[in-house]
């Protein structure tokens, strides 16, 4: 059984939303105490990590999610930007798919700057600050 292009569009549109996610993930794991620390708010940080123990564990494992959450990403680019991908000739599913297309864009978009961020913050930061200091 054969799914429609708008189908294809949709199951991608999920993968968009998964990389939102796991790159959210690492920002709040892993650049979220570093900016709450050079803002002077420490103590903030200390109770998010006392208080959210879960917030341990992903700092503990923060290269893989790194590298996990980076492979979902480039996947999910990989399927909005391959080559032969191409919407249907109908005039009202081509729009559909142009829209699914746009929105699939922006969220790969926004989900690479915040994976980008994150990983900034976590292994950039610091031999940078240490490089100019």
């Known amino acids: 059984m054969h799914s429609s292009p708008l189908d294809q569009q949709a199951r991608q549109g999920k993968w968009g939303w998964l990389v939102l996610l796991t790159s959210s993930t690492t920002l709040i794991c892993c650049a979220?105490?570093?900016?709450?620390?050079?803002?002077?708010?420490?103590?903030?940080?200390?109770?998010?990590?006392?208080?959210?123990?879960?917030?341990?564990v992903m700092a503990k494992y923060k290269?893989?999610?790194?590298?996990?959450s980076g492979s979902i990403l480039m996947f999910s680019a990989w399927l909005l930007y391959r080559?032969?991908?191409?919407?249907?000739?109908?005039?009202?599913?081509?729009a559909e798919c142009q829209n699914v297309v746009s929105w699939n864009r922006k969220v790969?978009?926004?989900?690479?700057?915040?994976w980008l961020i994150g990983f900034s913050a976590s292994y950039l930061a610091l031999p940078l600050y240490n490089w100019l200091g």
Do not use: E, H, K, Q
């Open 32 to 56: 979220l105490p570093i900016v709450l620390v050079s803002i002077g708010a420490g103590a903030l940080s200390a109770a998010l990590f006392a208080n959210l123990p879960f917030l341990v």
């Open 63 to 68: 290269l893989w999610m790194f590298l996990a």
């Open 108 to 114: 790969v978009l926004a989900s690479s700057l915040i």
């Open 83 to 94: 080559p032969g991908r191409s919407c249907p000739s109908d005039v009202i599913l081509a």
